[in-house]
């Protein structure tokens, strides 16, 4: 069975009022949570079609509606691992392991 989680990124500002990207050259959605983006799980659906309307829904509401093209849908199948080759953590320089 797929599942479809539907996320929304809320772009961080630059302070010195650059313009904040929010797409590749190639139309993908960019985002770094270490620039400030974050990153919110609006819901899990049974359908593309069922999360495409909540996004028209989302689009509505104060916060997304200043972001109304940040929304990406990513499919899943159910029962299958994700992520199964393990990962490696690279301390920040000024931070402990």
Known sequence: MEVFLLWHVRHARWRDGRPTTHRDEAGELVWDEED???????????????????????????????????????????????????????PHEDRAG
């Not at 689009?59 to 109304?68: A, K, N, S, V």
Request: aromatic share 10%.
């Open 36 to 90: 400030g983006d974050d990153l919110k799980l609006l819901g899990a659906y049974s359908s593309e079609g069922r999360a495409r309307d909540r996004i028209a829904r989302a689009r509505t509401l104060p916060g997304f509606r200043d972001e109304p093209d940040c929304f990406f849908i990513a499919h899943h199948t159910l029962d299958r691992d994700e992520w199964s080759d393990g990962f490696v953590s690279v």
